[in-house]
């Protein structure tokens, strides 16, 4: 299965990583030129998303992607990446891919609790270690959204079609099982 990783900027290299321990043959997204290449499935990484977003659209990236995922390939989204699938950001004025009927809040947890670890449940997987780092969160899902995950009652991982989204980082645990949901994601839409 081959994988590609958005890597214009931020924790795309953790991605990466974690992504051939399960097998993947991963190809790097840093230009437009990388795009004229095929591949199953799409990683959104943490970062930056403001960064992200003037970027894709600075390389000339943008439409590309867009239309890839509007087109059922599957994404998984982390932390700045689901800024940047969401259709609305409450504290933005900036929208990127919204192709994700949410409405986030960026760096929603404050100064003080910029970044914390939680152990908190997964729809389908158990207990799972949370990364939060200047993290978003989810204030408001579309019903037709599948909430995966909430802690202190707000949104942090939801699946929607091909997306898969997370305000944390699981890319930066031991822990496979959220990348392996993706990739279950991915092997579905192959068949
Ligand atoms: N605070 C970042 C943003 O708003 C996201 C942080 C992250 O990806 N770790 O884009």
Do not use: W
Request: overall charge negative; hydrophobic content about 40%; some cysteine.
């Amino acid at each position: 299965m081959k994988i590609a990783v958005l890597a214009v900027q931020g924790a795309f290299a953790e991605h990466r990583k974690m992504l051939e321990a399960l097998g993947c043959t991963v190809t790097e997204l840093r230009q437009k030129q990388d795009l004229t290449q095929d591949f199953d499935g799409i990683v959104l990484p943490g970062g930056e998303s403001t960064v992200q977003g003037k970027l894709l659209r600075e390389l000339d990236m943008y439409e590309d992607i867009k239309s890839r995922i509007e087109n059922g390939l599957p994404v998984l989204a982390t932390c700045a990446g689901l800024i940047l699938l969401a259709s609305d950001i409450v504290n933005d004025d900036r929208r990127h891919f919204g192709l994700l009927p949410v409405s986030v809040k960026r760096n929603a947890y404050g100064r003080q609790l910029g970044s914390f670890h939680y152990d908190g449940e997964i729809k389908g997987l158990g207990i799972f270690p949370m990364e939060f780092i200047r993290a978003p969160y989810i204030e408001v899902a579309n019903q037709n959204v599948e909430v995966l995950a909430e802690v202190d009652n707000h949104i942090v991982a939801v699946r929607y079609g091909n997306q898969l989204a997370a305000a944390f980082h699981p890319e930066l645990t031991e822990d496979t099982r959220f990348h392996q949901m993706f990739l279950e994601m991915c092997r579905r839409k192959i068949k």
